[in-house]
């Protein structure tokens, strides 16, 4: 098991996109926890627009096997209420997602051309990757682009605590691609939209894909420093 963070810097530097994790559950106490700190994180004019639903236990093995039969019926997903990434993206942001796709699945073993196992591999997602707790954050249809920055606040505060708790996480925005049969599980009000799920739980440090380390733009990439 993978030692708890101690320090801020520790969690920053230690959380990862984790997918692949062991079935080690996690205690519920220690989720309400973890929720009840991030509800710290800021949003303006204190709207605090997260609306959350954890699933774990019995109820989340009966949605991996809905899901399981689901990916198989519609493999390319239902029509999704968003673009995870703009239509045309443009360099360096394509470059970097192409980057990460390519150390990832290089590391796996699975060559470019093999696009069915790359698809196959690609629906464990929807398996949330073994882990034995799912987190779901939806938000009010009314809200904007400032509302959905704060969700973007929060839900790192999350993976950042779950760090302080010797847990992992993997935050997996693909949900948008089946929102339909989400929400056919969940029945959350109508004026919620989804945007994004989550898999939590302990690592599994056996697992190779762990091993992926992400890299980073170099501070002068994106950073402009004027009278300091």
Request: glycine letters at 8%.
């Amino acid at each position: 098991m993978r030692s708890k963070a101690t320090t801020v810097s520790e969690a920053v530097d230690t959380r990862m996109s984790v997918r692949g994790f062991t079935d080690q559950p996690v205690d519920g106490a220690v989720i309400r926890r973890v929720l009840e700190k991030a509800a710290r994180s800021p949003s303006g004019g204190n709207l605090q627009p997260w609306q959350l639903y954890v699933v774990g236990g019995d109820d989340l093995k009966a949605f991996k096997e809905i899901m399981a039969t689901r990916v198989k019926e519609a493999p390319t997903g239902e029509d999704p209420e968003y673009s995870v990434y703009p239509p045309s993206l443009k360099s360096p942001y394509r470059d970097y997602r192409f980057q990460v796709g390519e150390d990832m699945y290089g590391l796996l073993g699975i060559p470019r051309d093999d696009k069915a196992g790359r698809m196959g591999w690609f629906a464990r997602n929807y398996q949330f990757f073994n882990a034995p707790l799912a987190l779901f954050c939806y938000v009010d249809r009314q809200m904007g682009p400032p509302q959905w920055s704060d969700l973007g606040m929060f839900l790192q505060t999350v993976m950042l605590l779950l760090r302080e708790e010797g847990l992992d996480s993997c935050a997996q925005e693909c949900w948008s691609l089946y929102h339909k049969s989400l929400k056919d599980f969940l029945n959350p009000p109508d004026d919620l939209m989804l945007f994004t799920g989550m898999s939590i739980g302990y690592m599994d440090e056996e697992d190779p894909v762990n091993e992926l380390r992400t890299r980073r733009a170099a501070l002068e990439d994106f950073a402009s420093f004027r009278g300091i």
